[in-house]
Antibody, heavy 121, light 108 residues
């Protein structure tokens, strides 16, 4: 059974760096084709894809946010860490950790519960 | 980048109705299109991938079609659990993943 859970601060100040951790189980990020990503959703708004890290350490970032995002994986801990620099109130959102479906599906089949991050001074 | 436009933004319907939601891509995405259902306060749930393949466990009243730039999600007979917000999502090797703005399905 695949599960993912996000953890990190619920409140950050403008200009600070956000660090979120995704702890997952039920799969390995060393297995061919596996990917873990981050998607966010501002309150009352649509979903926005941020990044995916693949089993081979390939990383795909949202082009418009690439300069602010970094994703790393720790396969020994079954964790993926997202950092986002220079946080702004418009970055207030629920951040979801997601599992990329089997190769060839290009979709996200398992989602964490999400964590609401508020950016405010 | 690739823009995804859903229509309508809001749809009012009754139990038992057949409804269709449309998603248009700003350029050709072949069949790299997925659909999700999101209930209030919950994470989205994958319904369909590769435009028309039903995810395991999803009721057969949901179906998807389309190729290229125009896609549809159809619910053949609305059930109470179906009133939610629906999102389409595309994948492109150059631009990554993009979601539509969502369609809220509400009870008439």
């Amino acid at each position: 059974q695949i599960t993912l859970k996000e953890s990190g601060p619920t409140l950050v100040k403008p200009t600070q760096t956000l660090t979120l951790t995704c702890t997952f189980s039920g799969f390995s990020l060393t297995t061919f084709g596996v990917g873990v990503g981050w998607i966010r959703q501002p309150p009352g708004e649509a979903l926005e894809w941020l990044v995916v890290v693949y089993w081979n350490d390939d990383k795909r970032y949202r082009p418009s946010l690439k300069s602010r995002l970094t994703v790393t994986k720790d396969t020994s801990k079954d964790q993926v860490v997202l950092t986002m620099t220079d946080m702004d109130p418009v970055d207030t959102a629920t951040y979801y950790c997601v599992h990329l479906g089997a190769p060839g599906t290009a979709s996200f089949d398992y989602w964490g519960q999400g964590t609401l991050v508020t950016v405010s001074s | 980048d690739i823009q995804m436009t859903q229509s309508p933004s809001t749809l009012s319907a009754s139990i038992g109705d057949r409804v269709t939601i449309t998603c248009r891509a700003s350029q050709n995405i072949d069949n790299w299109l997925a659909w999700y259902q999101q209930r209030p306060g919950k994470a989205p749930n994958l319904l369909i991938y590769k435009a028309s393949t039903l995810e395991s466990g999803v009721p057969s009243r949901f179906s998807g079609s389309g190729f290229g730039t125009e896609f549809t999600l159809t619910i053949s007979s609305l059930q109470p659990d179906d009133f939610a917000t629906y999102y389409c999502q595309q994948y492109n090797s150059n631009w990554g993943y993009t979601f539509g703005q969502g369609t809220r399905l509400e009870i008439k």
